[in-house]
């Protein structure tokens, strides 16, 4: 068994999964097994390193991951269908997915299951990123393995919060669906099967992750979505109803991310996962205040049967409300993020252009939380009260 977590823990099987995916390093696309070689984590991570990019499109197949400082590593793609699906599959892990998938179900299908998903989902990244930087696992070796993201390769690996992510996302709402709506839960189920492995597979692809990173992550994802299964009317019923809710969907995140286990190096985890709880704690006060102020969104029989029938209508309608939606969200980020930054410029005295100052503690958590929570407040509260007025309820 031991023989077998090592073996799994190891960059090889990252490295013959790309190559048997037509993923190579420049100058092995030839065959042969992968060799293992030593890293620095303050190196290039094994890529070549030059201070110029390499020309902006791939030459002879020939194409180029840059890194940070300058360092380029070169790969040759010869299956671009498996390069392509599993560079989509990794962006279904991303902050653009989040930022559009998440207010997608609250806006067009149901608030419940939309409330279910996202505080599965704050819980279940914030273990996950917190785990990373208490385990400190490396993350694969390259060589042999090809990097095909750079920023986070910065962090540790064990678990993938991308397969944590897909695995609570696509089970939660299988979960949160299937008792109120009529659908086979046989597609359901491979729907959502589907969708996390692609997920899963895609961190092996960008040489993001070991197999037992990948593992790891999903099986503590589907541990937690059993746990947190019972109590899921009790925590949605409590977060619509109680008088705490605000205070606690504030307070409650920021001291975790203040608390955030501290590293020797910048790392980008603390600023994620301040994102994450940021999204998730301006989502629950939105919640609690549409709950008391316009519409009773508790019930205990609040389902309903099926599907509506989908008419051209509905689509319009529903496209409209989405693009309405994302556009006042975009707009809601970037007006946050330059006025809380440029606040925070003014209140400790460093130029906005200083990415270290930005990476202090007292100033990415505010920044990033305020930025956020706004976002996730916008998304909740202001948006359908904007679809409302343009009449598109």
């Not at 460093?350 to 407040?377: C, M, N, Q």
Request: net charge positive; proline share 6%.
């Amino acid at each position: 068994m031991a023989r077998l977590l090592r073996i799994l823990r190891g960059s090889q099987p990252v490295a013959r999964f790309q190559r048997c995916c037509g993923l190579f390093p420049a100058g092995e696309e030839g065959g042969g097994e992968p060799v293992e070689g030593g890293r620095d984590r303050g190196a290039c991570n094994g890529a070549l390193c030059h201070p110029a990019a390499t020309g902006r499109g791939p030459l002879n197949g020939v194409r180029s991951g840059r890194g940070p400082q300058g360092c380029v590593q070169k790969y040759i793609v010869k299956n671009y269908f498996y390069y392509y699906l599993f560079k989509f599959s990794a962006a279904l892990g991303e902050e653009i997915f989040y930022i559009t998938f998440l207010p997608f179900i609250y806006w067009n299908i149901d608030h419940s299951v939309s409330r279910r998903m996202i505080i599965v989902w704050s819980i279940v990244m914030y273990i996950g990123q917190v785990s990373k930087d208490i385990l400190k696992w490396p993350r694969p070796l390259s060589p042999p393995v090809v990097k095909l993201e750079m920023r986070t390769d910065a962090e540790y690996g064990m678990p993938s919060t991308h397969a944590m992510a897909a695995t609570a996302i696509s089970f939660s709402f299988l979960i949160a669906t299937i008792n109120q709506y009529k659908y086979p839960f046989e597609l359901g189920l491979v729907a959502a099967f589907v969708f996390s492995t692609l997920v899963c597979l895609s961190r092996l692809y960008t040489g993001m992750h070991t197999v037992l990173d990948v593992i790891g992550g999903a099986l503590i994802s589907a541990v937690l979505l059993v746990l947190l299964y019972p109590a899921w009317d009790v925590i949605d019923h409590l977060l619509l109803t109680s008088p705490f809710c605000p205070v606690l969907s504030i307070v409650v995140p920021l001291v975790l991310c203040y608390n955030y286990p501290k590293l020797d190096y910048y790392s980008p985890t603390r600023g994620d996962t301040t994102t994450i709880l940021g999204a998730g704690a301006g989502a629950t006060v939105g919640f609690w205040l549409n709950n008391q102020y316009t519409a009773l969104a508790y019930t205990s029989k609040n389902f309903q049967l099926g599907f509506p029938l989908i008419t051209s209508k509905i689509v319009v309608v529903g496209l409209a409300r989405f693009f309405v939606g994302i556009l006042v969200l975009l707009l809601t980020r970037w007006l946050m993020k330059s006025v809380v930054l440029g606040m925070l410029c003014y209140w400790y005295k460093f130029p906005i252009r200083d990415l270290e100052a930005r990476r202090r503690l007292e100033v990415e958590v505010p920044y990033k939380f305020i930025t956020y929570s706004s976002v996730g407040f916008t998304a909740t509260v202001l948006v359908p009260l904007l679809h409302e007025l343009l009449g598109l309820m």
